[in-house]
């Protein structure tokens, strides 16, 4: 028998892979220990019974690529008290959202041998361009801990307690030396939101900007800091259209790299 007195919790998806999602199956002990507080009353990915709305929390992956996204973004922003995004599609329109710089018509020809089928948006966009959105929570894919910090707060209105602040903040807190500074090697870590645990750099690679921008990048320095170690121009744009390549601070510095 369901016990009405928990807060229900729904997670959608809409374009995406399904790795945030996953992110949160990965909590195990967590989750379970989440479920004797609330109630997961839709979540496909685990589970086909489903209980309907309205919703204490809904936590929304992917972005929005389709007319039926945009439609349904609505309805889900309707049921949901709280609405929170998961993983670089909802929060930066994904991978997915290099079409934004593209010719989508021209892509469809070449994949689909029946284009004239494909119903799509011109552009892919963050959750936010179309509904009021609670809390981002950032990353390709997410982080685990942090989203059972989000969950935990909203649940005890509460603001999360998760951080602003940069990947370099992480290098220095596991002792791992700047590969940009000590290498030469181009890094995004100083405008990558924290998150990953510094993974990328801890290996002697340079960040990739999986966690999105920080809350203040300032990436005219840093494109010229990339500069001065021989980057060019499409580097610049490579690197900035990559999983958050429609976050506006990553956007705008790739449009002022291109020729």
């Not at 998806?13 to 199956?25: E, I, P």
């Not at 801890?202 to 500069?227: D, H, I, Q």
Request: with cysteine; net charge positive.
């Amino acid at each position: 028998m369901r016990d009405k007195s928990k807060p229900k919790l729904a997670v959608w998806k809409f374009s995406s892979c399904d790795g945030c999602q996953l992110s949160l199956l990965d909590c195990e002990d967590e989750l379970l220990d989440l479920a004797s507080k609330i109630e997961i009353a839709n979540f496909p990915e685990a589970s086909r019974a489903v209980v309907k709305g309205p919703y204490e929390l809904s936590l929304v992956e992917g972005s929005i690529s389709t007319p039926h996204d945009a439609q349904r973004i609505q309805e889900v922003r309707r049921q949901s008290k709280f609405l929170v995004t998961i993983g670089a599609c909802a929060t930066a329109g994904g991978i997915q959202a290099l079409r934004n710089f593209a010719d989508v018509a021209e892509f469809a020809r070449y994949v689909y041998a029946a284009p004239q089928y494909i119903e799509t948006l011109s552009n892919s966009t963050p959750i936010a361009y179309h509904v009021f959105v609670d809390f981002e929570l950032r990353g390709c894919p997410i982080n685990k801990a942090q989203l059972v910090e989000v969950i935990g707060a909203f649940l005890n209105n509460r603001r999360p307690n998760v951080p602003h602040y940069s990947v370099c903040m992480e290098c220095k807190r596991r002792g791992t030396i700047c590969v940009m500074v000590a290498q030469g090697i181009p890094c995004l870590g100083p405008v990558t939101h924290a998150g990953c645990g510094a993974l990328c750099p801890a290996y002697r690679r340079g960040c990739y900007g999986c966690f999105g921008p920080m809350e203040t990048p300032n990436t005219v320095a840093l494109s010229s800091r990339w500069k001065e170690l021989g980057a060019a121009n499409a580097d610049l744009v490579r690197a900035y259209r990559t999983f958050n390549a429609f976050s506006e601070v990553f956007r705008k510095e790739s449009v002022a790299h291109e020729r």
